[in-house]
């Protein structure tokens, strides 16, 4: 962690060790413009030796037995206990995320980790009855899950710590090696992670953080062929380009959204603001299933648009580090511009604005635009910002319609006191997640996460990132009969 006037420098960490390369260069806080540390740049030759040191790490780590994996996983949880304060501030600091959602990170991360220490010791095939075919008969065989060697993990900015966790908890748990790139914005909570791992015993080369451009180390990983599996969490355009290149190599991606939420006539206007609050702009709207669509029933739009404008405008903006603080800067002033653009688009286009829309201090107010064309950047493309549009619809079916008409489908939400519709709704909408009387950014960290059409392939959740990241290997013995 950065001292106040000392920049720290942050080296690549391989084989356990902290590297140095020829060129580092400043991270600077998205709040305050200050130079919080220079951070090392991995070229294609050290990527290359983080691939070799997981290659051989992956014969210690994949013969380690379930209980031992585990309890380097249960000390990891044991130690980021013990570090949780500072763990929150070093995600707040790279990344403006404000202190009590950062809080609420690393509280999501232990548990991640918790999760991924009890995974260890169930990881296990069936037994599959071969007599049911004619050829079978005289058989007896099961399944067992291998790991599937060195994983190559790239991960974004806005939960620095808790999206390496759902790749290297199950890593770990399931006995592979792990070669990491964090987003450039956000290397620090990888460092301040590796350093956990190495004191809980984990084996050198089985965790690398190799910090660096995407198109330098996140292409040097792909490409390679060691890599077995990459397993990736950011925006569509990457991901895409990734799967392209990836050849034979298993991918899971992890991929953006627009979310949205359906309000049915019967909705309890005043129980669903804080929920829709949280879910539109916490971590200032740079979540994957931040909630930026709100369909809302003709019969409770006006009530809604009038509480939830009055909502967003009470929002604390500053600075990320004081406890009060609700909204802070965007990751980088180039995303507060774009954000910005979109909203000038939708003004030009008969939407309006309700609350915020500009900047304050630099900080992009919460913003709420009612009247939007779907045609319109805020609406159709993922805003990642504070940003969210509401708009009227006469019926559930009408607003699943919008919900469906997206490139996107992560998770979508519908608060409705109807059971019919509910169900309808579970079955009808295009996502890979349906909340019934909740926002789409509801997430635990052990259930089933991911998306369809640009949203992504794949499933996170530490159990089912442990079924992307095992292969299933069959034995069959031959009781001599035939
Ligand atoms: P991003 O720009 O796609 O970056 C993600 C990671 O990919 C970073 O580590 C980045 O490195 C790296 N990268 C960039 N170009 C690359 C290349 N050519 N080859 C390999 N790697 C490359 O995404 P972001 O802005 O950090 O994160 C926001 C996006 O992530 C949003 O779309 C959000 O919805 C999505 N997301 C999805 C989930 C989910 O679970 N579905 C969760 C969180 C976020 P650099 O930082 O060095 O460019």
């Known amino acids: ?38 951070i090392a740049m991995a070229d294609e030759k050290l990527t290359k030796e983080a691939i070799r040191a997981a290659q051989e790490a992956f014969q210690v780590i994949s013969k380690m037995p379930a209980f031992e994996r585990s309890a380097i996983l249960e000390k990891v949880v044991e130690l980021l206990k013990e570090r949780a304060d500072l763990a929150a501030e070093v995600i707040a600091r790279e990344s403006a995320k404000p202190i009590t959602f950062a809080k609420g990170e690393v509280s999501r991360t232990i548990e991640t980790y918790k999760f991924a220490a009890e995974e260890a010791k169930r990881i296990h095939g069936e037994t599959i009855p071969f007599d049911a075919a004619p050829g079978g008969v005289g058989r007896i065989g099961y399944t067992v899950r291998k790991p599937i060697g060195v994983i190559g ?16 908890g199950p890593a770990i748990a399931s006995g592979n090696s792990i070669v990491l790139k964090p987003a450039s914005q956000t290397p620090l909570s990888a460092l301040f992670i590796a350093e956990i791992f190495k004191e809980a015993g984990l084996p050198d080369g089985v965790l690398n953080v190799v910090t660096g451009s995407g198109s330098v180390v996140g292409e040097a990983i792909i490409k390679d062929d060691r890599v077995q599996m990459i397993t990736f969490t950011g925006s569509p355009a990457v991901g895409i380009g990734i799967r392209n290149k990836a050849g034979l190599k298993k991918t899971t991606l992890e991929l953006g959204s627009n979310a949205a939420v359906i ?21 200032q709207g740079q979540v994957c299933i931040s909630l930026q669509r709100i369909y809302a029933h003709e019969e409770v739009y006006d009530q809604f648009v009038e509480k939830f404008a009055a909502a967003a405008k009470q929002l604390k903006l500053g600075d990320p580090l004081s406890p009060d603080t609700y909204i802070s800067s965007l990751i980088s002033k180039k995303e507060t511009e774009r954000a910005i653009g979109w909203i000038e688009e939708a003004k030009q286009n008969e939407a309006a604005v309700v609350a915020g829309g500009k900047l304050t201090d630099g900080i992009l107010e919460p913003t709420v635009i009612v009247n939007v064309d779907p045609l319109l950047k805020v609406s159709c493309q993922e805003v990642f910002a504070p940003v969210v549009i509401v708009n009227k619809v006469s019926s559930v079916e009408e607003a699943i319609g919008y919900v469906n008409n997206s490139r996107y489908g992560l998770q979508a939400g519908i608060y409705t006191k109807n059971i019919d519709k509910a169900l309808f709704a579970s079955e009808a909408l295009e996502v890979g997640a349906v909340m019934i009387n909740d926002v789409p950014t509801f997430r635990v960290d052990q259930m089933p996460y991911g998306g369809v059409k640009e949203s992504g392939t794949g499933r996170e959740g530490i159990k089912y990132a442990v079924e992307e990241m095992t292969e299933l290997k069959l034995v069959v013995w031959n009781r001599g009969e035939k």
């Not at 993990?153 to 290297?168: C, E, G, R, Y």
């Open 1 to 38: 962690m950065t001292n106040v006037g000392v920049v720290e420098k942050k080296h690549l960490f391989i084989n356990g060790r902290d590297v140095e390369t020829e060129t580092y260069t400043a991270l600077y806080s998205p709040y305050t413009g200050d130079v919080i540390a220079e």
């Open 153 to 168: 993990a790239i991960t974004p900015f806005n939960f620095p710590m808790n999206l390496v966790a759902h790749k290297v």
């Open 263 to 283: 309000l049915d006539k019967d909705t309890n206007i005043d129980q669903v603001i804080e929920r829709c609050i949280l879910g539109a702009f916490s971590n």
